[in-house]
Each structure stands twice: as C-alpha cells, then as structure tokens.
C-alpha cells in the first residue's frame, strides 16, 4: 500500500526558505513517479515540482522554476522539497505524491495516491 507522509512546513518570511520532507513507504521509488502539489483555498491543485522514475527529469512550471528543488534520496525513501525565495503567493498547503509509471504529466488528476499535506505560510 503506498504511503505518503509530509512534514517541514510553517511559517516563514517573503524571501526565506523552507524544506518539506515526504516520506514514501508501500513502493519503490525507483518504479513511480514522486511530484509536490500545492493547494491554495479557493484555487485547484497545481503542481510545483514532479520528477520523474525513469530518467528523473524533473518538471518545474514558471511560477516556481529556479525557486524550488525537488530531490530524492533513496536510501532514506524520502523525497524532499526545497523551497527558496519564498513569496507571500507560495503560501498554501502543500501535497506529496506518487504514481506508478516512468513518467507521469504534472497534473494533479493524473496522480492517485496522496499525502495528508503540510501547510506553509509565506508573511510578513
């Protein structure tokens, strides 16, 4: 069964940084695709980094890209989200997820299996 547990987030201001953690049990890493999500109230769910199994290329769309790292360790099973030069905008709660398959879109409907999410707050 696939597992996903984040943690990391709080609250930080414009222009700090943060880490979010997601860790993976139930799967290999090495056969799924691991992506972070975010979620703002009243707004859908986007995605803000998804990498990749096959080659591990990674996906980062423009409101984020240069900001955000998503990095895999997996001797820990874990994937982390590097998060830098945070803006008020980035805040939302914040989602880990996995799909089996090489490579996966970096849309939320096309991910089945899902973290309880971490909420970050960008503010003054």
């Known amino acids: 069964q696939v597992q996903l547990v984040e943690s990391g987030g709080g609250s930080v201001q414009p222009g700090g940084s943060l880490t979010l953690s997601c860790e993976t049990s139930?799967?290999?890493?090495?056969?799924?695709?691991i992506g972070w999500f975010r979620q703002a109230p009243g707004q859908e769910r986007e995605g803000v980094a998804c990498l990749a199994s096959s080659d591990r290329t990674t996906y980062y769309p423009p409101s984020v890209k240069g900001r955000f790292t998503i990095v895999r360790d997996d001797v820990k099973k874990a994937v982390y989200l590097q998060m830098n030069t945070l803006k008020p905008e980035d805040t939302a709660r914040y989602y880990c997820a996995a799909e089996e398959g090489g490579i996966v879109l970096c849309q939320a409907f096309a991910w089945t299996s899902w973290g309880q999410g971490t909420q970050v707050t960008v503010s003054s």
């Open positions: 139930g799967f290999s890493l090495d056969d799924y695709a």
